[in-house]
């Protein structure tokens, strides 16, 4: 990791770290809307403006509002059994701010991105592919193999999977387990950058409670939010600065 930004110690306590979640998530908004004015690319200026900015720092604001109780709560779970609502709902805020974070840097970035083609089958003709696949489901009909109904899933099932490999994917609906790929595949980050976003990913699906999860401990949530507050300051420390017409 960048020395001068963060070397995976924590350096502040949770009261400490609900302010710098507030103050990292307001810089990063001030910096991107001023460097954004001079992207070349209209998609960029869209996706990130006033209003998405906007609603990323209220976020931050709620989840540094939540942070506040971590210290009370760590001390009432010593041996980290209570794997509340209350720190659940920490975890997720987490993650879709990480999610958020990394869709803008990509967003920023939106021609590489683009023409990264990423997880596109090239030089395919899918019409050529589709039609004789659809033929064999439709024998395997008329020969009962299958029945009408398993035939129409098999169809459907084929043509999502075609549309998936063949549209591009919109950098603002890819979910966080798909950026993580996509960061990995680029190598735009090191081992244990994606190691942290990996335990985001992994705890913030703790929102699915019906099958039985493990989430992190509260040390584990307070080491991720501090390397939240080191992602926003590596992206900007990857963006290019404001031109100078002086």
Known sequence: M???????????????????????AARFQ?????????????KTRELINKESMSRFVDIARVMSEDLQ?????????????????YKLTIWILLGSLTESALQMFLAFYINDYENSKWQQWEEIKADEIK????????NLVEKESISAAQGRTLKEAIKSKIKEHTVEHP?????????I???????????????YLKEIQSNRNGI??????????WADLQY????WCYLLEWILNRLPGVPDYS
């Open 171 to 179: 950098v603002q609906k890819i979910m966080l387990d798909e950026i």
């Open 181 to 195: 790929k996509y960061y990995t595949a680029m190598d735009l980050m090191d081992k244990t950058e994606l190691d």
């Open 208 to 217: 699915h409670s019906f099958e039985n999860r493990t989430i992190g401990t």
């Open 2 to 24: 960048t020395e001068y930004l963060w070397d995976g110690e924590m350096d502040c306590g949770w009261e400490e770290l609900e302010e710098k979640v507030k103050d990292t």
């Open 30 to 42: 001030d910096e991107m809307l001023e460097i954004v004015q001079y992207s070349p690319y209209e």
């Open 224 to 227: 991720c939010v501090r390397f």
């Open 69 to 85: 109780m971590g210290y009370y709560y760590e001390c009432e779970d010593i041996e980290n059994k209570n794997s509340n609502a």
């Open 131 to 138: 039609s004789p696949i659809m033929d064999a489901i439709n």
